[in-house]
């Protein structure tokens, strides 16, 4: 779990942050992680979606800030 933690944080020390979008790629990456998995389920990414527009702590946050990071190309956060 502690190594879960990191590479979530990680993830918004690399600029990975500001957004709800934000919030679910570093989950996402937490959980290609932990699974050992590059490519997940649609449904896991929808269900952390979900909780992450469901909860008060990311509710001051704009759904996207539209901007990228090298290390997801292609995906705006
Ligand atoms: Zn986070």
Known sequence: MAAETAIHEGFHAQGVAGSKRA????????????????????????????????????AALPNSLGTQNPQFPNVKF
């Open 23 to 58: 919030e679910v790629l570093a989950r996402v990456a937490s959980m290609q992680h932990r699974t050992g998995v590059d490519k997940i389920l649609l449904s896991s990414p929808k269900d952390m979606y979900r909780e992450v527009y469901s909860l008060p702590d990311y």
